[in-house]
């Protein structure tokens, strides 16, 4: 067995061992089809306001530009898929944020993952994302053999659906490269692009921002829903699950067994009139670990009027 053999089987034992549910490997590359699609996709102005989309763009295509002498990215799947799930007619929320913030759990999984690595191979210059720096996470985890993007933009496992996190650390170690993930199980369903409410799912893998429920309720921040949404959010008062719920793939979704993604009980119970009660104080005493306090209680707070008219 060559180094680069041995120290692929080191961290994927190290990746299994923190509870990651698949690690895949794949050569530092310059990502240029995605960059020509990133380019395209904001030109069109379909981030809306997220402008930050707009930033560090060669990070986001090279890897290199993120950690010197990179030559490897690993990349990681926590599955999240509650075990619970809300009771009827309460005001939605997207599965991922029921319990804690995921940025603090897997972050915190990084650490220890870099570490282990280090423990074990030797000094590794080495970075992990979250869902926090211009990392295109989907294209690499289809680089590195973990399932293919669906047509509602979702990585989907053929085993085990979409509902996961998705993290990324790259590595300047050579290591051993799994296969690209090449198929495309999609077939002819348009199950997600029929039924998303505000038909922000287009043709070719194409996902408008600007029109998503999840942009408008998390990150349209100090200002108004526009009035020509209104009546399309089918109850979701924080992100969408639509597309996830109505993909035939996700059949196969098995809880997660990570205890920080228990979900709060307050997210599964709250009625509209818990929601409308709830005081600002009381709001950062229940969500101060949730994934909710992005939108912050004002945010909540709008969301919640805008589901109601």
Known sequence: MD????????????????????????KAVILTEDASRLESWLNKGMHGTMQYMENHFDMRIDPTKLVPGAKSVITLLLNYFPSQQQNEAVPKIARYAFGKDYHEVIREKLKCFLSDIKSSIGEVNGRGFVDSAPVLERSWAQRTGLGWIGKNGNLINKNSGSYFFIATLVVDLELAYDDPYTKDYCGSCTRCIDHCPTDAIL????????????????????????????????????????????????????????INFTPIPAILNFTKNDWEELTEENFKLVFKNSPLKRSKFNGIKRNLHFIKQ
């Open 3 to 26: 180094k680069g053999d041995e120290y692929t089987q080191i961290i994927k034992q190290a990746a299994s061992k923190l509870g990651f549910d698949y690690c895949g490997i794949a």
């Open 203 to 258: 043709p070719d893998k194409v996902i408008d921002g600007s029109k998503c429920i999840s942009y408008f309720t998390i990150e349209l921040k100090n200002a108004l829903i526009p009035d020509k949404m209104k009546g399309l959010f089918d109850n979701w008062m924080f992100g969408c699950d639509t597309c996830q719920e109505v993909c035939p793939w996700n059949r196969f979704s098995k809880p997660t067994t990570e």
